[in-house]
């Protein structure tokens, strides 16, 4: 791929897609985590604002 | 004066516009100064941390070294396109709690509450001061030198300029005006680096032509193990030049106080999506053009000069004075925040905390703002005489800055089990270990990095550390931790750091914190320690 040598292409070019997999799956992580605390905050009735 | 010449200038001016434009905020409090108020958001976060990461490294160093190794000098790039998404997931969120659950400013002072002991603030705040600076003077000669070589002014007169503007604006604006230049300096970085990328590829024939050519001149361009396979088979160093900007980034006191000055901490949602994209859209490109000026200008004698020289070749004056800001501010962007956070560990973790702990919150602002001053002053003149090697010394201070606090900052927010034993071990055996391995060229003996080295010797002397010492965290710190930790109840109005005159857990930790009152009524019991 690219004219690059096999190993090369394979063990560089997925590099960005795996980082950008890591950044969503951590958007993702921490959206559900804000999404429970902020419901436990609701359920305990701190103010939550 | 040329045209070219003036709009570098006009860049130069509004870098310092912005620190006086921060200034009268700047100098309200000690947290506004250095921590600017705790209320960075998710974007200047994120740019601004990876900006002050790469250093003028990027597009002097890294395109050097990818001009003289081929595609082994992309394992950097791969490292570094993901250093602030490793960053901001592993320390973030917890990071921004517990600094402010312990009442910390610096990073160093953070570790001090956080592990409960004076030692570590030491140690920290030497190996800090030190190689901050080395590492802060590294980047004036290489803004001396791409000044000198952008405007035509004396080497000396260039410093003086560049430098003068950096430390000016600085002093007045503190954190937040380095941390939203910062973030400007990135977009400019951006901007130039791509610009350069579209004009350039497309000469070489795209991705693939490229790699053809580089074929044909010779094979070994293209292997993952350097020119003339001279690190074949040496997983270490191929590790090492991963990990040194995957994870070191995460021991980086002046890169993790980013963390401290998130707004809140669920800042790091979007934080790490614009590290995401940012990263990827900008880390590669540089090591790309130093890969094209094999096939291009194969015959230019200072690597370091690849992307000045293709931007003079590929556009026109004022399009490259544009362009070559950009490689400024790739440098101020790291230059300013080493001074930034070298200064505050002189004035609050050395001045505040041993020499005068009565200090007024004027008193630490001026010494931090002196500390600064004198500092860069000091860099200055030092700069004048050209140390060689610039690069070399960058790469240095922050592989030890790297293995000194990489553990340590893991450690705070993940091991309830560390104690301060294990602390002072990890400090002082990562630093130790990565000296060692750079002043007697172990990595050519032994094929391991001198940052894996580093890093896998501070693990074990933290563990060994933690298994000798027999002083457990107090049951404050550990409540801190437990609280700081992801999915736990904290109030919504500490998280978001809104101040003293809202919340009332945050009013009683700044009570305690400024005057030493019995605190009542208070939410956080953590706080019985905080606040040195």
Known sequence: MFGLPVETALLMLPWPLIWIALGIFMFIKFGREEKHEAQRNVEKGDDAK | MNLDIIIFFIYLLSMLGIGL????????????????????????TAISMQSTSMSGFMFMGGPAQAFQEGWHALWYAIGDAGGSIVNISVLGKRMRRLSQLLGSLSPIEYLENRFESVAIRVVGAVI?????????????????????????FSYEWALIIGVGIIITYTVAGGYLAVAVSGFIQGVIMFIGVTAIGIMVLPEVGGLTGLNESLRSIDPSYLSIWGKDLIYYGQWGVIIGAVLIYAIGYMGLPHVVVRHMSMEKP????????????????????????????????PTISDPEMVIPELVYTFFPGVLSAILLSAIMA??????????????TTLSRDVYHRFINKRASQKQVLLVSRLCILIGGVIGIIVATYQPPTVFTL??????????????PYIASVYSRKANKVGVLCAMIGGSVTNIFWELFSLQGITGVHPFLAGLILSVMAMLLGNLFGKTPPSSPVLEAFELAKLNRDIPKNLEKGIHEGLAIEAQNITKFIRNKEKVTNIALPANAKMGR
């Open chain 2, 330 to 343: 790739a440098i101020m962007s790291t230059c300013d925040s080493l001074l930034m956070q070298a200064g």
């Open chain 2, 21 to 44: 434009y921060f200034t009268r905020r700047a100098s309200t409090s000690p947290d506004h100064y250095l921590l600017g108020d705790r209320k960075l958001g998710a974007p200047v």
């Open chain 2, 266 to 297: 669920n800042t790091a949602k979007q934080a790490v999506l614009w590290s995401a994209g940012f990263n990827q859209l900008f880390t590669f490109t540089p090591y790309i053009l130093g890969l094209s000026a094999i096939v291009i200008m």
């Open chain 2, 128 to 152: 800090a001061i030190v190689f901050l600076f080395s590492y802060a003077f590294a980047q004036f000669i290489a803004a001396g030198k791409a000044l000198e070589a952008m405007s035509g």
């Open chain 2, 394 to 407: 960058v790469v240095f201070a922050f592989g030890v800055l790297g293995n000194t606090f990489l553990v």
